[in-house]
Structures are given as structure tokens and as C-alpha cells.
């Protein structure tokens, strides 16, 4: 009897241990079903439209909320697929790129309200957008904030939009980027002095010269009454306020390098719903308190400007502000040391100029700025240096039958070729899409038709372009030839994007993202292309792509 | 009812048993005393030499990652079918040859897809067996198993992605038999109740779970074959089967 009682211990305590040993489960990640995520689509140019997805220079990046992780598609060779997670932590607020596409920025809230030590914090990281995923700074943030600026030169961001009880619309946290690999970014918090306005915009000049003080970049926060200007070289320092006339709001904020010997730097402001434009001058220190002075100049220019843009009328020299009058059908040129407005009579109601002097390859040392709209079909090319005088002649119209909505820069990044291109993008009418290929050197255009109202997204290479809508089919458009070639995938498509494989530059993949409809969630899938060669009938899919990289 | 319910329910009851196997011994062999005949002398007779089949349950414990996206618990119910002859036998020692099937499915969610796995299992092992008593005996069996899976993944594509195949294996169990009802006679031919539970480890060789498309003209050209990497049916392993002994 003792033999069986010790016999029914050892088989009861063999299956204490067997069920023990099946209580271990499996990844909680694989019980969460993918949804994309959206975002809202402010920037017509995004061709991530309202999906949190980003192309990047190696990779393209794919945000998957459900797991707080950010999956980043490389390509080990031509047509293949690698994806790598990588934390971006909890409640994603921002999902952004570099200008160059070479970083990905995400802004995260983290556990909102935080009761414990453990729970996680808000969190600013950066992504290496390479062919080789990683991250490169992981910033811990005080607060939770919501918004996310990007300078365009890759130096700085800027976080903002705190989102509690009591919160303060004028603080800012600017991040100063690392510039090499394993440089730490460094985090200022700076609370601007306010008369009672809250930021609506950023502008991030270019290196400013100020007489008696080293160059210098600078960020113009545009507030409801006032702007407040902060020395980026000394972000400690006091910002300085300048006050709007008539408490009118800024809508746009361009500056300038100045020219020695004619003009200090300066900042041309444009006033919501204000026939003034407001001229202000960086001179030098009147106090210790900051390196440079700004001193205000107001010109009328005689109806609501719908752009601004600084423009030189002559070599090294001649430096106007140009405003755009539509009503006026007319533009004024702003001599910035005596205040004087010259007007110039324009071919149509153009609203928005576009300096393209620095994407021609042979300069005269005037400027040339590309004139378009909404409002016409026209677009010109203003040949400011022989305005003066003459204005009529300086302008070559011509009527392209669409009306402009945007205009894309080529990347020159990487490759500087096709620079001297631009693509106008027509406002779509009906179904229907128009857009050209200017080449500007050659005051050339290319129409081009599409029978689909198209995304457009420029490949970081600069050259070529793809046009895809939510369909099956897609282009790609090469710079030279100007060449179209029609793809197709077998999966309706919602982002395209071509980056460079593993093994270098040489090699690129162009990825064509599904995001398909599975058992009442989503799906993620790809059609991998050749990214120089496309060919329908070369490709390879690749189904299921949120399960990759779960362990 | 389907296979995956029942196979499912004798899962749980097998697990529910198991604590209770050898604790409801006593009140089964005293309730031997009152159909059973008068005792016969020498020798365990048709207790220990017979032929038995067996149903019951088999659950195994498979913590391998391959695994993870069918079940949410890491556990692999099974049916279990068997049929044994103890052709030999030597005072309270016997020997038998035992065949057997196990049937078992799992399913989970894989984030937005449906997974399952479908594992039949053919065995066959030589069976050790002591009797400590007269109605309980000690079981020892080692056998090679051959298993076929079949696992697929149904996804947003038109077509299920299926992968199938055979693989060897073996099981490696100890276990009790405890005869419940039957006459004490060692000769009566009338046939006997038993319960027999044992646990071991069961071991199979891996499948690489590469899914393909059961009908590759509804998904894309050039599809990637899905990988969730392998799958190894292994594992510790619990049986609780009950049977019926003839001679």
C-alpha cells in the first residue's frame, strides 16, 4: 500500500509539472490583429497621403500601431524583402522624415498620466532611414507633446504642443540633431515671453549673416499677434518679439542672406488678410542681450500678396522682395533700403513663385523665378534682371491648359542631374490628373497624361518618379528619357516607393505596398520591382508582412 | 460536433483526470469486488495476458516557437486510439506490442490571419508492463512514431496557404493500467474495464513551416513562400485512455 501511495505522488506531481510547462504561450504579439496606421493628410505633396508610411532613402517604413513598433522594409538585393522592427513606443503623435529622407522621426506620448516610475515615458527617436535600420537617438521628454517640426537642413527639431490639464502653447523644445554617428542629441526647452498669442508656424532660416557676429541660423516662431525669433546658435539666449501691426496674424515668413555691401540678411512677413508686408532687417547687437537687432520696415503693396519670395534683379546685387497680387494681376518688387514698390504687371492672377535660379546650371547672376497658380492656366518664367525698366519683357508665358496646384523639386541629394527639372502638378479635375515635366534649363515642358487622379512620389535617387492611385496599376516615369513605363501589381496599391538595396546605390528596389482586408483587420503585403528596370513580369510579392520579425 | 471539438473536449478531460488518476484507484478496485467471480490460483492469467483496445485523450505540451502560431497555450490535444497484444509474459513481468493513433488540431488568430494545424499520428512500441497488484500495472514504452501535419495560414490572398508532411518520431512514456472492472478469475474470458494513464515525452522531427498557396493561380505571380519558421511536434505528454481487454 505504501508502493501505490508513493506511485500516486510521483504521477501527481508529473502532472503538476506537465501543466506548468503548458502555461508558457506564445508571443502576445501574434493575438493583436494589424490595422494600419492613419494620420491626418495636411501636405498634398505627402504621397503617404493619411498612412503612416514613409520612403526612405534604404528602406520604407510602416508604422504598426497595435505594437508600438515601426516595421522597416530593406532590400538585401534587387526584388528581395527584409523587414525589421524596431520600438517607437507607445501612442505614436508624429511619424516624420527628414528632408532628405535619410532619418525618420517619431514623437511618442508614452503612458499618459504616467502614475508609475516604470510606465513609459514620452520619447523622441531617430531612425537611420538607410539600408541598415537602426536607431540613433532615443530622447526622453518630460512631458507628453504632440507636435513634431522638422528643419529642412536636418540640424534641429523642434517639439511642441503639450496636451494636459494646464499646458503652455509657447514651449518649445528644440533638439539639436547629432552630427555624427554617436552624437548625442541635445534637448533645450525654451518658454517664449508672450502678449497673449500661441505659435501657428516654424520657419528655420539658412545661415543669416549679422553685421558683427558670426553667421548664424534662426527660427521665426509665427504667433497670432507677433513674432518671436529665436537665435539658434544661442538657443539659451532671450528671443526676441517683434510685434505685428495691428495684431494682424504672420501667414508666411521667407528671409534672405543679404548682400554685402547693399542689404543686411532679412525677413519678409506676410499678413493675414493685410495689404502690408512686413520688411524686417537683422543689424547688428543694440544690447548684450542678443547677437543681432531686427528693426521693422511695413510696405503696402497695394492688395492681399498671395506669395512672397526674395529675388536679385542684377548680379550680386539688386535685392527685391517680391509679392504677388492677384487681384492686381501684378507683382511688386520691394526695394528693401528705401521701402519703394515697383509694380510689375503679370500675364495672369499668378499666386505662387518658386526661385529656380540655383537649379540652372549656367547663371547669369539674376534670378529666375517660376510663376504659377491655381487660378490659370498660365505659368511664366520671370526673369527678374531685366525687369527693371522693361518689366513686360521679362516675363515668358506660357499657357500649359492646366491649372497648377504643386510644384516637386528633384531630389539632388544623391544626384544633382535632373535637378534643373521640376514637376508641375495639375489640380485634379474629375477623375483626371494632368501633369508636366519642366526642364528648365531648355524652358522645355513634357505633359503628361494619366487617366487617374495620381500620387506623385520622387525618388530619393532624383531620377525618376512614380504616380500610383489605389488601383492595380502604376508608372514610373524616368527623367531621360523622359519616359513613362505602366506597371501592375495584382493587389490594389496605396504607396510606391524605391530605395536602394543593401549592396549600394547602384541597386534599387522600388516597393509596391498593399494593405489588404484579412478576417475584419488588415494585411500587409508587397510587389517588389526592379527600381531601375520595372517589369510586370519580374516581380515578386510578398504576403503576410506583419507577421515578419516577431519572435 | 466536429473532430476539432471532441478532439478538444477529450483534451480537457484528459487534463481534468490526470490529478485524479491514481486517487480514484482504491474506490475502482474495491468496486472490482462485487462483479468479480471467485478468485482462481496461480498466475494473472487474462489480466495481464490480452488484447486491449484503447480511446482516450493525449495531450502534449509543445513550448517549441514553431508551434506558437496555432495554439494560444501551448498545448496539442489529441484523440487517442490503440490497440495492444501481450504476447508474453513472467510472473507479475509481460510484454506487449502496442499500435497506435493520435488525432489533434489546434487553431489560433496570427494577428489578422486564421492558423491551424491538423497532426495524426501513427505508433507502434513494444509495451513493458509489471503488475504491482493484480488490477494495477506498471507501463514502460519506448516506439517510433511517424506523424503526418498539415498547417495552414488563411490570409488575405485568395487562396489558403497550406503546408503538409510526413515526420518520424518516437514517444517515450511511463504510465499505470488499472483494471476496473472485470472478473478476478484469471480465466474468465469476459471482458475486463481499464483505465490507463502515462506520461513521457514525444519527440518529432521538424517541418519547416514554408506555406505555399493550395491554389497558386488565385494569389500573385511569384509569390514569397510565408515562413513561421519550423514546427517540432514535441513535447512532454500526458495520456489518459480507457479500454477494454479480451482474450
Known sequence: ????????????????????????????EFDVGYDPGHQ????????????????????????????????????????????????VGLNVAEFKTSAKRDKLFVLSRGVTPRYRSTDEP???????????PKELENVELQDPYNQLEVDPQGEWLLVHGSEGLVSNPNELLLVHLGAGAGAGATLTSKTLGSYGGKPLRFTFTGALSVPGAAPRRLLVVQREKDLAILDLSQPEDPEITVALPQDAKPLDVVYHDGIDGEVSSLLGVQLDGDTNVDLLTINEAESADHAFSVHPNLVDVGGLPSKLDFVQTRKDGGLRLAALVPTKQAAKLIDPSSGVAQEVPLHAAFTKIRRITNDI??????????????????IAFWRLGITTGTPYHSIEAYDIGIKVGQVFDIPSDQDATFADRKILSGTSVGNTLQFYVLDLTQQKSFPLDVLKNLTLNLSPSGQQLWAFGNDRGFAQLTFDPLQPASLYTQEPIVFVHDFATERGEDERSALALHILPNHGHSSV??????????????????????????? | MTRKHWSRLLGGVACALAPLLVAGHATAAEADVAPAGPSTEGGLGNHQRNVRVEIGARTQFIKGSGFDPFSTDDVLPQLSLGASFAFWSQNELSLAAVAGFDY?????????DKASLDVRRFSLAPEARYHVLRILALTAKVGPTLTREAADVSGPLGSPMLKTGWKFGFDATVGAALELWGYANSNSHKPRLWLMGEGGYGWTSAMKL??????????????????????????????????????
Open chain 1, 1 to 28: 500500500m505504501t508502493r501505490l501511495l508513493s506511485s500516486a505522488r510521483a504521477v501527481c506531481g508529473l502532472s503538476v509539472l506537465l501543466f506548468s510547462a503548458g502555461c508558457g504561450g506564445r508571443p502576445a
Open chain 1, 122 to 132: 514620452p520619447q523622441l527617436r531617430v531612425f537611420d532611414g538607410g539600408s541598415a
Open chain 1, 40 to 87: 491626418q493628410a495636411t501636405d498634398p505633396a505627402d504621397p503617404s497621403g493619411n498612412l503612416q508610411v514613409r520612403g526612405l532613402t534604404g528602406s520604407v517604413a510602416l508604422l504598426d500601431p497595435a505594437l508600438n513598433e515601426v516595421m522597416m522594409f530593406t532590400s538585401p538585393a534587387v526584388r528581395e524583402l527584409r523587414t525589421t522592427r524596431l520600438p
Open chain 1, 361 to 378: 546650371s549656367e547663371k547669369s547672376g539674376e534670378d529666375i523665378a517660376l510663376l504659377y497658380g491655381e487660378a490659370t492656366n498660365t
Open chain 2, 104 to 112: 489533434g488540431t489546434s487553431s489560433a488568430s496570427l494577428r489578422s
Open chain 1, 525 to 551: 503585403a508587397a510587389t517588389l520591382f526592379d527600381g531601375k528596370n520595372p517589369d510586370t513580369a519580374q516581380t515578386k510579392f510578398y504576403s503576410e508582412l506583419e507577421l515578419e520579425g516577431i519572435k
Open chain 2, 210 to 247: 514554408a506555406f505555399k498557396p493550395e491554389d497558386a493561380g488565385s494569389v500573385p505571380q511569384r509569390l514569397s513562400p510565408l515562413d513561421l519558421g519550423d514546427l517540432s511536434v514535441s513535447g512532454p505528454l500526458f495520456r489518459v485512455t480507457a479500454g477494454l481487454s479480451f482474450w
